[in-house]
């Protein structure tokens, strides 16, 4: 299984910004999904996760203002980011439990 993210960039404060993730093989209908975040300085942290079922879970600081969600068809995994702030500003990782991770996408909040 090889995971592909894209959508990263520069935004400035309040903008929004959507991150997609590809996956190849033939169980993603079956795993869960996640997307994870690492600022300079700070330890790798999960920002949301999607079963396979649709239901959802996000850290406390992105609740509210990112939605992830899921197409089995397409086997993508989205995560909708909006309200973004600066504390937003990191590398944002795909996930496949428990051990199949994307290259970072980087995403860059400007004040």
């Known amino acids: 299984v090889q995971l592909q993210a894209s959508g990263g960039g520069l935004v400035q404060a309040g903008g929004s910004l959507r991150l997609s993730c590809v996956a190849s093989?033939?169980?993603?209908?079956?795993?869960?999904m996640a997307w994870h975040r690492q600022a300079p300085g700070k330890q790798r942290e999960l920002v949301a996760l999607?079963?396979?079922?649709?239901?959802?879970t996000y850290a406390e600081s992105v609740k509210g203002r990112f939605t992830i969600s899921r197409d089995n068809a397409k086997k993508t995994v989205l995560l909708q980011m909006n309200s973004l702030k600066p504390d937003d500003t990191a590398v944002y990782y795909c996930?496949?439990?428990?051990?199949?991770w994307g290259l970072g996408t980087q995403v860059t909040v400007s004040s």
């Open positions: 996930h496949q439990p428990p051990n199949i």
């Open positions: 093989g033939n169980i993603f209908s079956f795993a869960a």
């Open positions: 999607i079963t396979p079922h649709g239901s959802t």
